[in-house]
């Protein structure tokens, strides 16, 4: 699944146009989504250090199974 | 070219579009099963999908041997452009140009699914719909070429997937849980609520959910 960068941190982003609450990603990542009422994702906001494997395999696992290809992974480096 | 005339071959044909056959049945009910939001209890929704992705590659590679066996059997001649190119079969013209469309039609539907990250979704959705339609000729095929569906059990196979792709396709447009309704996503990993530490990985603390009960359970 590609290399892993140990350093910085990421955060999941959900194109709110293409989701349609097939709910997968809860499912897939349950650390990092959340769920509302109506099935639709509730991301955490705060960055995951991405020397978490645990946490950054499982919202590579939730981009993967987005029906919809609504999930990204978005990496932010660390401040200097 | 090779004519071989072995009729392990003609065996191998029949007995791996049967197979074939089944498995689509199997994975065009698996992708109405993700459609429905079928699944997030019992099972996982993720894995009733993972299923359909991983059953249509077993299915496609038993529609490769089916062709494969088919043009290499000497004895009907079909030739090579035939798996692609409808028409052009001496042997049942028609009969096989069904099944090439079907196999290039199924071909669209992988071909796209396996690019589904590099192109639009609106445009793997529309080629995705291409399946009902591949799925339908694919079963034309079996019931015209099929030298299984002479007989009174490969029309009974024939007739039990005609009625399960109806009943696939009705409950398709039918069955699909409103905007409002049936969307609620219950992973099996909440059900089984293992006494989580509160960490920071979490979104929201247990008890401070938006919503832990009055779920409309379906």
């Known amino acids: 699944m590609g290399v892993i960068r140990r350093g910085g941190s990421f955060v999941l982003k959900v194109n709110p146009i293409l989701c349609d609450g097939f709910g997968h990603c809860h499912e897939l990542a349950p650390d990092l989504v959340d769920i509302d009422e109506w099935g639709y994702p509730i991301i955490k906001k705060e960055p995951t250090p991405t020397g978490n494997v645990q946490a950054l395999q499982s919202a590579r696992y939730a981009v993967r199974g987005c029906p919809r290809q609504a999930l990204r ?4 480096a660390d401040q200097p | 070219m090779i004519g071989l005339t072995s009729p392990y071959l003609w065996y191998s044909t029949r007995a791996t579009g049967i197979v074939a056959l089944l498995l689509l049945t199997l994975v065009a009910f698996l992708g109405t099963f993700v459609a429905n939001r079928i699944g997030g209890t019992i099972v996982g929704r993720f894995e ?103 007989g009174a059990s490969g029309l009974i196979f024939v007739a039990f997937c005609a009625g399960a792709i109806v009943v696939a396709g009705l409950w398709r447009f039918f069955g699909r849980p409103t905007r409002a309704g049936g969307r609620t996503a219950l992973s099996p990993l909440e059900r089984v609520a293992p006494p989580r530490t509160k960490s920071a990985t979490a979104p929201f603390p247990r008890d401070q959910r938006p919503t832990s009960k009055g779920r409309a359970r379906r």
């Open chain 2, 48 to 150: 009733i999908n993972e299923l359909h992705r991983s059953l249509s590659i077993v299915a496609v590679i038993f529609l490769a041997l089916h062709i494969v066996t088919t043009v290499i059997d000497g004895y009907v001649a079909t030739g090579w452009f035939s798996t692609v190119v409808p028409f052009v079969s001496p042997y049942k013209t028609t009969q096989v140009a069904i099944g090439t469309i079907a196999f290039d039609l199924i071909l669209a539907v992988w071909i796209s699914s396996l690019l589904k990250v590099r192109i639009k979704n609106a445009t793997w959705r529309f080629i995705h719909w291409f399946s009902w339609i591949a799925y339908i000729t694919a079963l034309v095929h079996a019931a015209l070429i099929g030298t299984d569906t002479k």
């Open chain 1, 73 to 76: 992974i978005e990496r932010i």
